[in-house]
Nanobody
């Protein structure tokens, strides 16, 4: 059974940093691309970042230059380093396993974690 467990969220002041982690189990992590999405209250879940199995990365325009996605295949973990945080980054952040299809589309991902809350104060 595939499991994804996010951690590292919290409350931070604007301009601060957080590092999210997603620990996975139940599948061969190294052969799958992974993604991070986020969902703010009253909004749709949106794409944040993607990392291929070979380490190629893609970011949404809203986080490019501030966030960094990385993976540790030895620990079956994917990370999201978030710097220069803004109040508009406030959301529940989810990691997910890419199955097939567009890297930015929710339906392309087959397994999701429970999410971790990130709150950025002004």
């Amino acid at each position: 059974q595939e499991q994804l467990v996010e951690s590292g969220g919290g409350l931070v002041q604007g301009g601060g940093s957080l590092r999210l982690s997603c620990a996975t189990s139940g599948f061969t992590f190294s052969i799958y691309a992974m993604g991070w999405f986020r969902q703010a209250p009253g909004k749709e879940r949106e794409f944040v970042a993607y990392i291929s199995r070979s380490g190629e990365v893609i970011y949404s325009d809203s986080v490019k230059g501030r966030f960094t996605i990385s993976r540790d295949n030895a620990k079956n973990t994917v990370h999201l380093q978030m710097n220069s945080l803004k109040p508009e980054d406030t959301a529940v952040y989810y990691c997910a396993t890419h199955d097939a299809g567009a890297y930015y589309a929710r339906e392309s991902f087959r397994s999701w974690g429970q999410g971790t809350q990130v709150t950025v104060s002004a």
